[in-house]
């Protein structure tokens, strides 16, 4: 890794046709965030698992990014107030977000594809700014009831997505007892995607329908746990199971929480018995790698490289990006996927420097919104799908997704907002 080199060549044209939808998109976002912040908020909400995106340079246009500058846009015309930027209940997730940014930037100094460290800087960047964007947007108009509104709806899109590929085509299968069964994915990049976007969902709805006492979200949270299933994502489904089972210990009451360990435990027999049924038990039992054949390189293969390219180059790693391109100096050959881990995947590609920066990012949303706030269905949602991303991602890499990792930093930034206004208010 001598020289620095271009992955591929830049992508630089933009229809007339793409130009103009994401124009529209831009100016919707502007006018929305004008007349109120919080249709800004919830708009970046709703666009988040959209994915019509076109290449400029290393980098992508895509629906969710041109919201938010729209949303940016309007809170500036409006000069919103950044005093939510400067608070305690904001500044760590802040200095979490800079660190990240300026740690993939920095591992431009070892990598070979520079190109690729463009792309992940950013992003950085990108869920940075969507953290400020909606922190600030949601201080200036606390409207929360219309963010678990845009949740509902947006969950209710994606479900239906999904479900609509059991009956068209699956973009994954697994051959599990003679037949191959459809790994379904909606508007997210593959069943694993869907289920990280699930890992953060079910929290926030299991809280809203258990502290809020909102019973929609109780039928919203059974869709999900349905469609979630359907992914047969095994560090999805412990994701998931982390999270629910984090909104059961802050549950106010001991029945609640006895409550809600006994319909774990049923939901778990039950759900058991049905896959048991569908002859996908063993799926989930598994402690192999049963896709191993799709070409992407099985986790042990993956992991272990990861742990080479690390030890190669401790501090800052080979270069945010090079992991998957770096794959054959690993001896994987035709492989070219990310490391399966947001942990080994920091250290290979940011060494220690990066992975110390996305542990203390996880690290400062569980303190804020599990640890120290006060019980509410935002802030225990918040933190415990934090807790389930953080579980999920020893066995996958989310935050290179930013459907799943962009969702995660907005819901952030809405409850630093929610936390900061909270202080405002009169005891």
């Known amino acids: 890794m001598s020289s620095v080199v271009l992955s591929q060549a830049p992508h630089v044209r933009l ?13 919707g976002a502007v ?133 609509l590929q059991e009956f068209t085509v699956a973009p994954a299968g697994v051959m599990l007892a003679g037949h191959v069964i459809p790994r379904i994915a909606g508007l997210l990049e593959g069943p694993n995607q869907l289920a990280g976007f699930f890992d953060l969902v079910v929290p926030l709805a299991f809280a809203r329908a258990a502290i809020a006492r909102d019973r929609w979200f109780a039928f919203l949270l059974a869709l999900v746990l349905i469609v979630d299933l359907l992914t047969f994502s095994r560090a999805g489904a412990i994701g998931a ?35 048991a049924k569908l002859h996908v038990l063993t ?7 049963v896709d191993s054949a799709s070409g992407l390189g099985s986790r042990g293969e993956l992991w272990a490289a990861a742990w080479g390219f690390w030890r190669a180059h401790p501090i800052l790693g080979i270069g945010a990006g090079n992991f998957e391109l770096e794959l054959p100096q690993a001896g994987l050959s035709g492989v070219r996927t990310h490391a399966n881990s947001l942990y080994l995947q920091s250290l290979a590609e940011g060494g220690v420097l990066l992975f110390a920066a996305n542990v203390f990012a996880l ?53 630093s907002g929610a936390a900061f206004v909270r202080t405002k208010q009169p005891a």
């Open 363 to 415: 690290g400062a949303a569980i303190r804020a919104f599990y640890v120290r706030a006060p019980m509410n269905a935002l802030f225990a949602g918040v933190g415990a799908a934090t807790i389930a991303l953080a579980v999920h991602q020893f066995f996958d890499l989310l935050a290179f997704f930013p459907k799943v990792g962009g969702f995660w930093w907005l819901w952030l930034g809405i409850a």
């Open 241 to 275: 199971v982390a999270g629910a089972l984090a909104v059961g210990l802050r549950l106010p009451s001991v029945r609640a929480r006895r409550a809600v360990a006994v319909a774990g435990a049923v939901g778990l027999a039950v759900a058991g018995a049905v896959l």
């Open 15 to 27: 229809d007339p046709a793409s130009a103009t939808i994401f124009a529209l998109l831009a100016l």
């Open 31 to 163: 006018l929305l965030t004008l007349r109120r912040p919080a249709y800004g908020v919830a708009a970046l909400v709703l666009a988040d698992p959209f994915g019509f995106a076109h290449y400029v340079w290393w980098t992508t246009i895509t629906v969710p990014k041109v919201v938010l500058v729209g949303v940016a846009v309007g809170l500036i015309a409006r000069r919103a107030p950044l005093a939510v930027l400067r608070s305690r209940e904001t500044l760590p997730l802040l200095a979490a977000a800079a660190a990240i940014a300026v740690t993939t930037m920095l591992t431009a100094i070892p990598c070979t594809y520079i190109d690729a460290v463009a792309r992940e800087s950013l992003k950085a960047l990108e869920y940075g700014v969507l953290f400020c964007v909606a922190a600030v947007a949601f201080a200036s108009d606390p409207d929360e009831a219309l963010q678990w509104q845009a949740l509902a709806a947006v969950t209710a899109i994606v479900c239906a997505s999904a479900l």
């Open 283 to 289: 799926r989930f039992l598994s402690s192999s790698d």
